[in-house]
C-alpha cells in the first residue's frame, strides 16, 4: 500500500476526515439521546459536547486557542450534523447503530491527534497519552452527563481502554523511529480494530464490585 | 427616547446592572433548588455556578482572564444574594417566579456582554453568537448538572433559543453599521421580550422524539 | 515544636506529602464509587477527577500551566493508587472509612496550597479563599458528579466549611505578618481538625428547606 507523499494533499485529507468525524460523532451524539425529551436546542448542546468537547478540554488543559475558535468550521460541521440527525430521525427510524463505524473512525482519528499535539509541546509521554485519550472519549463523558446519565464509557464495551492501547502504540512507534505517518496510521488502526472488536465480540474490562 | 450619551455614565450603569444581574441570577438559582436538602455551603455553590458560570467558561474558551478574579465584585454580590436568599427562603414562601423577571434581563444582558466580547477579539460570527450563548445559559445549565437533574433549559420554555436569536440579531445590527449602543439595546430587547413572552404563553422547540 | 528550618528540606517534604494526598484522594475515591459497576478505565477516570479536579481547575481559572502537566509524577500517583485499591478491594474488603483521615489530610493540604497559589499571583482575598475552597473540594464534586450523583459534600458533614475556614485562617494569620510556615501549619490543622470532629460528632451547616 502506498500512503499519499505529498504533505498539501494529506493535511488536506486529514483535515476533511476530521470535519467528517466530527459531524459523524454530533449525529450519533443525536441518535443516543433519542429517548430523552429534549428540544432542538438541546439536541444542538449535546451534539456540541460530544463532537467538540473532546478537543475543547484538550486544548483548556494545553493551553492552545481552542480548535473550533480558531477554525469555526468543526462548529458549523457540528450543529450541520446534528440538527440533521434530528429532523431525520423525527421523519424515520434511524438505529443508532448506524453510526458505530463513524463514531469508532472519530475515536481513532481524535486520539492519534490529541497524543501528537501533545507530543509536539513536548510533554510527558504519561501526560501525552492522556491528552490523546481525553481528546477521543470526553466528548463521549460530556454527552452522557448533560443527558443525567451514568457516563456508558465507564461500563460498556472497550472503549477508552482502545484509545489508550493506541495512544500508548503512537510513543512506542515514534520512539523507535518509524515514519510518523505509518505510525499514525497503524496506532489509529489499532483503535478502530479493537473497538469493532469489541462490540462484535462485547469485550470489556473487568468490572469493579467491592468485596463488603 | 435618549439614550445616555456621556461614556463614563453608560459604562458605570451597564456595571451596576451587571452586577445586579448577577446577584439576581444568584438568588433565583437558590429557590429553584429549594426542594433539595443542600446546606448552606452547597447553596453557594449552586449559586456561584448560576451566576458566574457562564461568564467564567465564555473567559476560558477565550483565553480570557476570568471576569471575577479581575473584579471580585463580581463573586462577592453571588454569594451574598445567595445566602440572603437561602436565609430569607427559610423563613417565609417566596414564590420562584419572584425572579423571573431578573433572570431574563440577566440572560439579556449576559448573552449581550458575551456576543460583544467575543466580537471585539475578531471572532467569526458564529463563534461570537456560540460565546453569547454561552454566557447567557451556561450557568442555569451547571446548576442543573450540580443539582443532579436533567437540564430545564434542554426542554422547558424558549431560553437558550431567545438568547441565540438576540446574539444573531446584534451581530446583524452592527454589520450594518447601526449605533452599538442602539444595536446592544434592541438586541437586548429581544432576548427579554421573547423570554417573556415564551413563558407567558409557554412557547417552546419542537420536542425531539426519535421514531423506532 | 521545631519546624524544620532548611527551606529544601521543606519544600521536598512538602512536594511527597502533596503526591501523597493525590494517591490518598485517589484510592478514597475509588473505594466511594465501589457500589458503581465502573470498569478498570471507569476507575482510573473517576481517581484522576477526584485526586486531581481541584488543582486543574485552580490552574484553569489562574490561567497556570495545569500542575500535573508540569510535574506528571502526580498524574502517575494518582493511575497508580487508583488502581491499586481497585485491584485490592476486588479482594478484600475495604472499609471506606479507611481512607478518611488521609482524605481530611488532603482536603487541608490541598486548600492549604491553593490559597497560597492564589494569593502570590496577587488576586484578592475572595478570591484566593475561593481558590483554596475549590483546590480542596472540587475533586470530590467531579467525582460524584461523574458517578451520576448528587454531590455528598452539598448536604453532609462538614467539609468545603472547614477548607473556607483555614483559607480565612491562613489569610489572617498572613495579614497579621505570622512566620508563613506556622501559619500554614495552624490554618491547615485548624481544616484537619474541624473535619474530624465533624465525622466524629456529625456537624453540619444548617439544611436548605424552603418554606412554601
Given at each position: 500500500?502506498?500512503?499519499?507523499?505529498?504533505?498539501?494533499?494529506?493535511?488536506?485529507?486529514?483535515?476533511?476526515?476530521?470535519?467528517?468525524a466530527?459531524a459523524?460523532?454530533a449525529?450519533?451524539?443525536?441518535?443516543?439521546?433519542?429517548?430523552?425529551?429534549f428540544?432542538?436546542?438541546g439536541?444542538?448542546?449535546?451534539?456540541?459536547a460530544?463532537?467538540l468537547?473532546g478537543?475543547?478540554?484538550?486544548?483548556l488543559l494545553?493551553?492552545r486557542t481552542v480548535?473550533w475558535?480558531?477554525?469555526?468550521?468543526?462548529l458549523?460541521?457540528?450543529?450541520?450534523?446534528?440538527?440533521?440527525?434530528?429532523?431525520?430521525?423525527?421523519?424515520?427510524?434511524?438505529?443508532?447503530r448506524l453510526?458505530?463505524i463513524p463514531?469508532?473512525?472519530g475515536?481513532?482519528?481524535f486520539t492519534?491527534i490529541?497524543t501528537?499535539l501533545?507530543m509536539?509541546?513536548?510533554?510527558?509521554?504519561?501526560?501525552?497519552?492522556?491528552?490523546?485519550?481525553?481528546?477521543?472519549?470526553?466528548?463521549?463523558?460530556?454527552r452522557?452527563?448533560?443527558?443525567n446519565?451514568?457516563p456508558v464509557?465507564?461500563?460498556?464495551?472497550?472503549?477508552?481502554?482502545?484509545?489508550g492501547?493506541?495512544?500508548?502504540?503512537?510513543?512506542?512507534?515514534?520512539?523507535?523511529?518509524?515514519?510518523?505517518r505509518?505510525?499514525a496510521?497503524?496506532?489509529?488502526?489499532?483503535?478502530?480494530?479493537?473497538?469493532?472488536?469489541?462490540?462484535r465480540w462485547?469485550?470489556s474490562?473487568p468490572?469493579?464490585?467491592?468485596?463488603?
Open positions: 500500500m502506498q500512503l499519499p507523499t505529498n504533505p498539501a494533499t494529506i493535511s488536506l485529507l486529514g483535515y476533511w476526515i476530521g470535519i467528517a466530527v459523524a460523532c449525529a450519533a451524539a443525536v441518535l443516543e439521546v433519542g429517548r430523552k425529551q428540544d432542538a436546542f439536541v444542538v448542546v449535546v451534539a456540541f460530544a463532537a468537547g478537543g475543547t478540554t484538550r486544548d494545553l493551553n480548535f475558535i480558531a477554525d469555526p468550521t468543526y458549523i460541521a457540528a450543529a450541520l450534523a446534528g440538527l440533521g440527525a434530528f429532523m431525520l430521525a423525527r421523519r424515520m427510524p434511524l438505529p443508532a453510526f458505530l463514531d469508532a473512525i475515536l481513532a482519528l492519534i490529541g501528537k501533545a509536539n509541546m513536548g510533554t510527558h509521554w504519561t501526560v501525552a497519552a492522556l491528552m490523546g485519550v481525553i481528546t477521543g472519549v470526553m466528548g463521549g463523558i460530556l452522557d452527563v448533560l443527558a446519565e451514568e464509557i465507564f461500563s460498556g464495551e472497550l472503549y477508552a481502554t482502545a484509545a492501547a493506541g495512544a500508548l502504540a503512537l510513543i512506542g512507534l515514534l520512539h523507535i523511529e518509524t515514519d510518523p505509518w505510525a496510521f497503524w496506532a489509529g488502526s489499532l483503535i478502530f480494530g479493537l473497538r469493532l472488536a469489541a462490540i462485547h469485550l474490562l468490572k469493579f464490585e467491592a468485596r463488603r
